[in-house]
């Protein structure tokens, strides 16, 4: 069981880093709590597979690898591209109003939740894996399609720390975080920062997406959970800290898979939303934020 958790938990928590890391990077740049974020995550998934359904037939002398290749691809642009045409019309009007940037969110996500019930229904789905098989590591068989997924979690990641870190646009994205005015006032285009961070933070939410319906399966509803499971992270990480959501990501991953295997996996929602209460009572800034 123990082995179990800890494969598992860790292809968990890699998938659910990469929704964290872009949630943490919105509210660490522009101080936005982008209650949408989850809807991203399901985004990709439908995004990958309608293309998938339309490309197997136009394109069906290309292997079938391939063709799922693309589809994520464009899926993923796409749910980038939805993610900045979301923040123009519906948060950047009513950016500087904290509440109302919730309130505005929410209703985003809860809208795009019914559109996705009333055209798909209610029915889960899930996209066959870039690669079939699996391996026994520690006795426990895991699916080809679960390492990829961790690999593929981990390259992202440690791109987006690149680009922070390495590049002119990145450095320039910590010093918005630090200071929007000093960053205005030093000639960085503050507007194209925060487009820039709100494409970053939906694609890799729809990179998770994919990842995570090849393993399991995604449904309307998904959205609503994995924005609960990311704002546990991101508190139990530290609001605005990138690297905290991270350590975070695979604490909670290890805790669904340890607490869905010994009851069930609604306990691991209950879970989660206990350890969102604990954080805020007992450490408010969280493992790596600050006061």
Known sequence: MI??????????????????SGFSLVFGVSRILNFAHGTYFALGAYFSLVFYLLFEKLLAFLPKELILL?????????????GVLIYLATVKPVR?????????????????KELLLTFFSDVSISIPPFVTGCIVIFGIPVTYSRIIALVIAALSIATLDVF??????????????????????????????????????????????ILYAQIYAVNPMTSLRVLIYAFAIVILGG????????????????????VSTLFTSEWAEIVAMLTIIAILVIRPQGIMGVE
């Open 239 to 258: 609001l605005g800290s990138v690297r905290g959501s991270i350590l975070a990501a695979f604490i909670i991953g290890y805790m669904q898979v340890a």
């Open 3 to 20: 082995a179990e958790i800890l494969v598992l938990g860790t292809v968990m928590g890699g998938v659910l880093a990469l929704v964290a």
């Open 164 to 209: 922070i870190n390495k590049t002119k646009l990145g450095r320039e994205t910590v010093a918005t975080a630090q200071d929007v005015e000093a960053a205005m006032l030093v000639g960085i285009d503050v507007e194209r920062v925060f487009i820039t961070v709100m494409f970053i933070s939906s694609a890799l939410a729809g990179v998770a997406g």
């Open 96 to 112: 500087n109003y904290e509440v109302m940037v919730i309130l505005v969110t929410l209703a985003v996500a809860l809208l795009i």
């Open 70 to 82: 693309i589809s994520a691809f464009l899926a993923i642009l796409l749910t980038g591209f939805t």
